[in-house]
C-alpha cells in the first residue's frame, strides 16, 4: 500500500491577539495561542510570563490565562488602551520550532478619584468691604494618569446667586460676595446665609463647596423731621437694613443753656422749649439789638441688639428785649422769645461758635469838654475842667436799658437809663453847691437788666474839676556855658493845673539867649555862647541868669501870668599843648639806649601853664621808663634785656624791625598829651639747640625727627642743610625734619643684638645769612627676619607605597640658622631637622581606599630660626587606593493592613557579604520614612528591620475594601545602605479595610424664620475615599420639609403650621436622620431646625358703617383678628375727627352735635370718613375706614335787633315806626327772613312791611276807631 510522506520543513504559526479591562478578575482573558496554527504543535516554553500589565499562564497545549495587574492597569482613564506582548515558541511534529507573538490590549476603565481637603467656608457680615472673600483647598488623587485634578472655573456664580466661585485645576477655590447687597446687609445678628456650588473632578465627580455667611447687627442710622409750621418741634426717625429689630430714642441730656429737649422714646417725637424771660449766657449784637445764642443736644437711636447712632440737633434761639424811652420813661423791661427756625442735625458734633454773653461796659465823659485821655483808660483822668457848676455827663453803656448812676465817691450825684442804643445823658444838679476849685472823682456804675445776668460794672474815674480861676506855680531849668541849641527844653504848663494854653507863645530875646515858647507850654531855649558875660563864666564861679515872663489861660477861660528863670553855669578852658613829643632808641647799643625832648604849653585859666611832673612812667609797650619835669622836659630809658626788644630783628635789606613805647603826660589842670618813642632792633646769629644730634631706632622701620634751632630775633626765618653723600633711605627738608626709611635692602642684614651707626653733617641758616653746623648720629639696632621655605613640591604616591623628598628655606639675618618641624603627628609621615622626609602609604589609615579613589595629605611644615621666627607651608601627599563592592541578599519585602493592630508591622532581615574588612554591616536608623510616607522602618547593623504601619495616615484610612473582597493597597519603598554606601530597597505593601461614615457634627442644629424657606445641607464624613453615601429620615416628616439623597434639605416655613409663632418665640422642629456608605454602614443623628417667630399684621374683622341724627350720639365696637400667639391690638386714628372719640379697645363714640355738624339742614346729610388703624404689639398695622352717616334736623335761628316802634295818632310825621331784625342761623341758607308787605296785627291798627334783610315799616292806619278813640290826659299822660 501507498506510504504518505509529509516532509515537512517548517512549523507554520499566525500571530494571535486577546483582549483584557481594567478591575477584571483573575483568568478573565483566556484562549489558545495554538487555535489558529498547524495541528500537533505543542508550546515549548509554556509556564508564567510575567509583564508590567500581569502575567501569562501558557500551558504546552497552547491554552492560556491571563491574570490583568489591576494596580498597574488602574493608570488608564475610561476607553483609554495599552498593548502588552508575549513571545512564545512552538514545536511542530517534525521537530521544527518557530517564534511568534500573542498581543493582549488592556482597556481602562473609570476610576472615582478620592476628593479630599476643606468643602466649607464661613464669613461674616462686614468682615471686610466691599468684598467678603474666603479660600481653601480640595485634593485629589486619582488612579487614572491624567485626571487627577478639577475643572477649573473662574467668576461661577454660585448656586444662590449671593456670590461667584473661581476653582483652580489644582483645587484651590476661592468665594467672593458683594459685602454691600441686600440678602447679606439684611441679615439679622447672627443669621446665617448658605451658599454653594458643585465642583467637578476632570472625570466628572461632583464635589459640593458650601459657604455660610453669619450676620451681623446692622446700626440703624438717626434722621430728623421738623415740623413745618412749628420748627421747634418734629420727629426723629430711624432707618435700619435689619428690618425686624426695634428701636427706642433718646437724649443723653434733655437740658441745654437756653431751653430744654423732651423725646419721645418709642415715636422718636421731640419738643424742645426755649427757657422764656431770659437771655443769660446768649451773645449780643450791637448792631440789631438781639441777643442769640445755640443748645445743641447729643440724640440717640438705639437697636435691641446694641446698634446705636448718634446725632447732634443744634437749636438756634434768638430774643430782644424792650425797655423805657424818653417818651415812657417807666416802661418795663421785657424779653421777647425769637422766631423760632428749623434745627440742623450733624454726624459729629458741631464746632460751636464761639459766645461771648454780653458783658457790660460803661463810659463816662463831659458832654462840653473832651476827656483827652480817651475812654476805659485806667487811673485817674485830671484834665476835665469846667465851669459849669452843674456840668452834664454823657456815656455810653453796652448793655441797652441798664440803669447808670453818676457817684462822686460813694454819693450818687445823678441817676437816669440808658436807652435801646445804650447811650445816656444827665445832668449833675447836685455839684452846684459845692465848692469852687474842688476836684470831683466821678464814676457811672451801670447795672443791666436782670434778664442778661450780667452784673454791676463802674466806668474809669473822671476827674471833673468846678474851676473858677487859673491855677499856676513858677518854672526853674538850668543851662551851662558852650551848650549846644536847644539844650535846654521842657513845659512851663507841666506844674499847673490841665487843660491850660500859653497866650503870648512865640520867640522870646533874652538878656542871654532867646527862649521858643509854644501855647502848650513846650519851650527850647537856645544859649548865646558868644555872650562875653556867658563865657566869662568859669566852673566854679557864680552863674547869671536869664527870665522869662509868659501869660496862660485855662479851660475855663481864667487868665494868669507867670515867669520862667533859667540859671546858667560856667565852665573851665583846655590848654595848648606842642614841642617834642616823639624819640627813637635801638636794641643792644648802648649810644642809642635813651631819647629825650621837650613840651611846651599855654593855658588862658592862669596859673595852669606847666606840667605834672614824674619819674619811671612805664608806657604802653612796656619797653622802657619816662621822666618828665614841670616845664616839660623829658627822657626815656630803653630796657634792653626785654624780651621782645631782644626778638627783634634786621632784614637783610636792612630795614629794621621795630617797636612802639608810649606815653601819657598830663598838664595841672588834667589835659592829657602822649609822648612816642620807637625802638630799632638788630640781627641775632641762629644756634642748634643742641651741642650733640642723636637719634636712635630699629631696622625695618621708618625712623624720623625734627632739627631744632633758637634765635632771639621773632619771625627770623632759618633752613636746613645736609652735606655730602646722603646715607640710602635718609630725607632732610628745608624745615628740619627728616626721616631714614630702615627697611631698604642696605639694613635688613642687622641681626639681633647687632646696631649699625649712620652719620650726617647738617648746618642751619637764617634770613641774614648766619649759620650754625653740626653732625646727626641715627643708630639702628637689627631685628630678626623671618626664614622663608624655599622649595616644598608636592608628591604622589600609590596605597601601599613609600616616598621621599627634601624641604629647603632661606634667611637674610647675618649668621642664621634653620630647624623644620610639624606640629601634630601624620600616619605614614617621618620629617628630619633638616627637611628631608619619608612618607609611607602602606599606613592601615590609608587602606580604606577603593580603587579610583584618592586621598590628599595636607601636612603644615614649618621651619624656624634662632630666635623663634617661623614660616609655615604644606606639603601635599596625593594616595591612590582600591576598594571592593559587598553583596546583600535576604527578606526585603512585607506586607500591613489598615486598621488591624496584629497586622499593623512587618518585618524580615538583610544579609551582607564583603571582602572589605569592617564593611559586612548595614548603617543602623530608626523612623526611616519611604516613598509613600505611610510608616516608617527602623534597621539594625545586622540587617534586621521592623516596618510600623502609620494606621492614622489620611492615605492610609482612605483605603477600602470592595463588596467582592477585592483590597485597595498602598506601597511604601524604603532605601537601606551597607557600611560602604551600598544602597537595598525594601519594599512594603499596605491593605485596606471598610470604615464606616459618621456626621461631621454631634449636634445638626439648623435656625430660620417663620415665613422663609430653611435650606440645609448634612454632611458627614468618610475616611474611605470615593465611598458614596446616601442620606434618609426616618419617621412622619414635618409640615413642609424635604430631604434628599444628597443630604440637602428645605424647610417651608410658611406653611400654615408655623404661622402662629409669635415674635420672641421659637419652636423646634426634629427630624431623625441616617447616612450610610455603599457597604452599608451607617450613622445615626437628629436634626433639629429652631424657628423663630416674626409678627403677622392684625386684620379688621368688623367695621361696620353707623348713622345717626345731627345732634345724637352713636357708639360702636370695631374687632380685629392676629394669627401670632398671645397677639395684642391697639385701634388709634391718624388725625382727629370732630366728635369723633375712639378708645384702644376699638369701641368708639360719635357725638354729632359738634358744631361742626351743626350746619346740616334737615334733609340733608353728610358722610364722614374715618381711616381706624388697628397696631399689634410690634408695630405692624391695618387700616379700613369706619363711615358715619350724619343726617341733618332743623335749628332754631336767633333773631335780635329793634322789634318795637312808636306812631302817634293825628300827627303826620308820626304815623310811622321802623326797624331792623337781625337773624342768626347755623344751618346753611337759612340766616333771612320771609319778606312780606302790608302785614295786619292784632290789634289791626295798621300795616307792617318787611324785607329779606329784616328792614321793617309799620304804617298806621289814623281812620281806625280806636285810633282815633285815643285821647291825652290832663297830665299829658297819653292812652
Do not use: C
Request: no cysteine.
Amino acid at each position: 500500500t501507498p506510504l504518505d510522506v509529509t516532509i515537512d520543513t517548517g512549523a507554520t504559526t499566525a500571530p494571535d491577539a486577546a483582549t483584557a479591562t481594567e478591575d477584571q478578575v483573575a483568568a478573565a482573558t483566556s484562549g489558545n495561542v495554538l487555535g489558529n496554527d498547524e495541528s500537533g504543535m505543542a508550546v515549548s516554553n509554556a509556564g508564567d510570563l510575567s509583564s508590567p500589565y500581569g502575567t501569562l499562564h501558557l500551558a504546552a497545549d497552547g491554552s492560556y490565562t491571563f491574570d490583568l495587574d489591576n494596580a498597574h492597569a488602574s493608570a488608564l482613564a475610561a476607553g483609554k488602551t495599552a498593548t502588552q506582548e508575549f513571545t512564545y515558541e512552538v514545536t511542530d511534529v517534525a521537530g521544527n520550532t518557530a517564534h511568534d507573538i500573542l498581543t493582549i490590549t488592556i482597556t481602562g476603565t473609570n476610576d472615582v478619584p478620592v476628593i479630599t481637603g476643606t468643602t466649607t467656608g464661613d464669613l461674616t457680615e462686614d468682615a471686610t468691604t466691599p468684598t467678603l472673600t474666603v479660600s481653601d483647598q480640595l485634593h485629589i488623587t486619582d488612579a487614572d494618569a491624567g485626571e487627577a485634578h478639577f475643572q477649573a472655573v473662574t467668576g461661577a456664580p454660585s448656586d444662590h446667586g449671593y456670590g461667584e466661585f473661581t476653582v483652580t485645576d489644582n483645587g484651590h477655590w476661592t468665594y467672593t460676595a458683594d459685602n454691600s447687597q441686600l440678602a447679606i446687609q439684611s441679615l439679622a445678628e447672627g443669621q446665617p446665609l448658605t451658599d454653594t456650588i458643585t465642583v467637578l473632578a476632570a472625570d466628572g465627580t461632583p464635589t459640593v463647596l458650601t459657604v455660610t455667611i453669619t450676620g451681623t447687627n446692622d446700626a440703624p442710622e438717626l434722621t430728623l423731621t421738623p415740623d413745618a409750621a412749628q420748627p421747634f418741634t418734629g420727629t426723629l426717625t430711624e432707618t435700619d437694613v435689619d428690618t425686624t429689630d426695634t428701636h427706642t430714642f433718646t437724649t443723653t441730656q434733655g437740658v441745654g443753656a437756653f431751653g430744654t429737649l423732651t423725646v419721645d422714646p418709642a415715636t422718636g417725637d421731640y419738643v424742645y422749649t426755649q427757657t422764656p424771660g431770659t437771655v443769660k449766657g446768649m451773645a449780643y449784637d450791637h448792631n440789631t439789638g438781639q441777643y442769640s445764642g445755640q443748645d445743641v443736644f447729643e440724640v440717640q437711636v438705639a437697636d435691641n441688639h446694641g446698634g446705636t447712632d448718634i446725632k447732634y440737633v443744634t437749636f438756634d434761639v434768638s430774643a430782644t428785649m424792650s425797655g423805657p424811652t424818653a417818651a415812657n420813661p417807666h416802661t418795663p423791661v421785657v424779653v421777647h422769645v425769637g422766631t423760632p427756625t428749623a434745627p440742623t442735625i450733624t454726624q459729629a458734633a458741631p464746632t460751636q461758635p464761639t459766645i461771648t454773653p454780653p458783658t457790660n461796659a460803661v463810659t463816662i465823659d463831659l458832654a462840653s469838654t473832651s476827656d483827652s485821655f480817651g475812654q476805659g483808660t485806667a487811673g485817674n483822668e485830671n484834665d476835665n475842667i469846667t465851669s459849669d457848676i452843674t456840668p452834664t455827663i454823657t456815656g455810653h453803656v453796652d448793655i441797652p436799658f441798664s440803669v447808670v448812676e453818676i457817684k462822686d465817691g460813694t454819693t450818687i450825684v445823678a441817676t437816669t437809663t440808658a436807652d435801646a442804643n445804650g447811650d445816656y445823658t444827665v445832668d449833675t444838679s447836685a455839684l452846684a453847691g459845692t465848692d469852687a476849685g474842688q476836684v470831683h472823682h466821678l464814676q457811672a456804675v451801670a447795672t443791666a437788666p436782670g434778664a442778661t445776668g450780667t452784673p454791676a460794672v463802674t466806668s474809669s474815674t473822671l476827674d471833673v474839676t468846678l474851676d473858677t480861676g487859673a491855677m499856676t506855680v513858677t518854672d526853674n531849668i538850668g543851662a551851662t556855658e558852650d551848650q549846644a541849641a536847644a539844650v535846654t527844653h521842657g513845659n512851663v504848663l507841666g506844674n499847673d493845673e490841665t487843660g491850660m494854653t500859653v497866650s503870648n507863645a512865640g520867640d522870646i530875646t533874652g538878656t542871654h539867649g532867646t527862649l521858643h515858647l509854644n501855647a502848650d507850654g513846650t519851650y527850647t531855649y537856645d544859649l548865646d555862647n558868644t555872650d562875653s558875660a556867658v563865657q566869662g563864666l568859669t566852673a566854679a564861679g557864680q552863674p547869671i541868669q536869664d527870665v522869662y515872663e509868659y501869660h496862660v489861660t485855662d479851660a475855663a477861660g481864667n487868665t494868669a501870668t507867670e515867669h520862667l528863670t533859667i540859671t546858667i553855669s560856667g565852665t573851665d578852658d583846655a590848654p595848648v599843648i606842642s614841642g617834642t613829643d616823639t624819640g627813637a632808641a635801638k636794641e643792644d647799643v648802648a649810644s642809642q639806649s635813651t631819647a629825650s625832648g621837650t613840651l611846651t604849653i599855654t593855658d588862658v585859666d592862669a596859673g595852669e601853664d606847666h606840667f605834672t611832673a614824674a619819674s619811671g612812667i612805664t608806657g604802653t609797650g612796656n619797653h622802657g621808663t619816662l621822666d618828665i619835669d614841670a616845664s616839660g622836659a623829658w627822657t626815656y630809658h630803653l630796657d634792653n634785656a626785654n624780651a621782645e626788644v631782644q626778638a627783634l630783628g634786621e632784614s637783610a635789606t636792612g630795614t629794621t624791625n621795630s617797636l612802639t613805647d608810649t606815653f601819657a603826660v598830663t598838664s595841672a589842670d588834667g589835659t592829657a598829651h602822649t609822648i612816642t618813642v620807637t625802638i630799632a632792633g638788630t640781627n641775632d646769629a641762629p644756634a642748634f639747640t643742641t651741642a650733640t644730634l642723636t637719634q636712635a631706632g630699629d631696622e625695618d622701620t621708618t625712623v624720623s625727627g625734627q632739627l631744632g634751632s633758637t634765635d632771639t630775633d621773632t619771625g627770623d626765618s632759618v633752613t636746613y642743610t645736609a652735606t655730602g653723600t646722603l646715607p640710602d633711605g635718609f630725607t632732610l627738608h628745608a624745615d628740619g625734619s627728616y626721616t631714614l626709611d630702615a627697611s631698604v635692602p642696605a639694613y635688613q642684614h642687622i641681626a639681633v643684638g647687632d646696631t649699625q651707626d649712620i652719620t650726617i653733617p647738617v648746618t642751619v641758616t637764617d634770613g641774614a645769612g648766619e649759620t650754625d653746623a653740626q653732625t646727626l648720629t641715627i643708630t639702628l639696632s637689627g631685628t630678626n627676619d623671618a626664614p622663608v621655605i624655599t622649595d616644598i613640591s608636592a608628591k604622589t604616591v600609590a596605597e601601599g607605597s613609600t616616598v621621599t623628598g627634601t624641604i629647603t628655606s632661606s634667611d637674610v639675618d647675618d649668621h642664621a640658622t634653620a630647624t623644620f618641624s610639624i606640629a601634630q603627628p601624620v600616619d605614614g609621615f617621618a620629617l628630619n631637622r633638616d627637611g628631608s622626609y619619608t612618607f609611607d602609604a602602606r599606613h592601615a589609615s590609608y587602606a580604606h581606599l577603593a580603587a579610583g579613589t584618592s586621598q590628599d595629605v595636607s601636612i603644615a611644615v614649618t621651619v624656624t630660626d634662632e630666635h623663634g621666627d617661623v614660616a609655615t607651608q604644606d606639603l601635599v601627599i596625593h594616595i591612590t587606593g582600591t576598594n571592593d563592592v559587598p553583596v546583600i541578599a535576604g527578606t526585603d519585602t512585607g506586607s500591613v493592613k489598615e486598621d488591624v493592630a496584629s497586622q499593623s508591622t512587618a518585618s524580615g532581615t538583610l544579609t551582607i557579604t564583603d571582602v572589605d574588612a569592617g564593611e559586612n554591616h548595614f548603617t543602623a536608623a530608626s523612623g526611616i520614612t519611604g516613598t509613600g510616607n505611610h510608616g516608617t522602618l527602623d534597621i539594625d547593623a545586622s540587617g534586621a528591620w521592623t516596618y510600623h504601619l502609620d494606621n492614622s495616615n489620611a492615605e492610609v484610612q482612605a483605603l477600602g475594601e470592595s463588596a467582592t473582597g477585592t483590597t485597595n493597597s498602598l506601597t511604601d519603598t524604603f532605601a537601606v545602605t551597607s557600611a560602604d554606601g551600598t544602597a537595598h530597597t525594601i519594599t512594603v505593601t499596605i491593605a485596606g479595610t471598610n470604615d464606616a461614615p459618621a456626621f461631621t457634627t454631634a449636634t445638626l442644629t439648623q435656625a430660620g424664620d417663620e415665613d422663609t424657606t430653611v435650606s440645609g445641607q448634612l454632611g458627614s464624613t468618610d475616611t474611605d475615599t470615593g465611598d458614596s453615601v446616601t442620606y434618609t429620615a426616618t419617621g412622619t416628616l414635618p409640615d413642609g420639609f424635604t430631604l434628599h439623597a444628597d443630604g440637602s434639605y428645605t424647610l417651608d416655613a410658611s406653611v400654615p403650621a408655623y404661622q402662629h409663632i409669635a415674635v420672641g418665640d421659637t419652636q423646634d422642629i426634629t427630624i431623625p436622620v441616617t447616612v450610610t456608605d455603599g457597604a452599608g454602614e451607617t450613622d445615626a443623628q437628629t436634626l433639629t431646625i429652631t424657628l423663630s417667630g416674626t409678627n403677622d399684621a392684625p386684620v379688621i374683622t368688623d367695621i361696620s358703617a353707623k348713622t345717626v341724627a345731627e345732634g345724637s350720639t352713636v357708639t360702636g365696637t370695631i374687632t380685629s383678628s392676629d394669627v401670632d400667639d398671645h397677639a395684642t391690638a391697639t385701634f388709634s386714628i391718624a388725625q382727629p375727627v370732630d366728635g369723633f372719640s375712639l378708645h384702644a379697645d376699638g369701641s368708639y363714640t360719635f357725638d354729632a352735635s359738634h358744631p361742626a355738624y351743626a350746619h346740616l339742614a334737615a334733609g340733608t346729610s353728610q358722610d364722614v370718613s374715618i381711616a381706624v388703624t388697628v397696631t399689634d404689639e410690634h408695630g405692624d398695622v391695618a387700616t379700613q375706614d369706619l363711615v358715619i352717616h350724619i343726617t341733618g334736623t332743623n335749628d332754631v335761628p336767633v333773631i335780635a335787633g329793634t322789634d318795637t316802634g312808636s306812631v302817634k295818632e293825628d300827627i303826620a310825621s308820626q304815623s310811622t315806626a321802623s326797624g331792623t331784625l337781625s337773624i342768626t342761623d347755623v344751618d346753611a341758607g337759612e340766616d333771612h327772613f320771609t319778606a312780606a308787605s302790608g302785614i295786619t296785627g292784632t290789634g289791626n291798627h295798621g300795616s307792617l312791611d318787611i324785607d329779606a334783610s329784616g328792614a321793617w315799616t309799620y304804617h298806621l292806619d289814623n281812620s281806625n276807631a280806636e285810633v282815633q278813640a285815643l285821647g291825652e290826659s290832663a297830665t299829658g299822660t297819653t292812652n
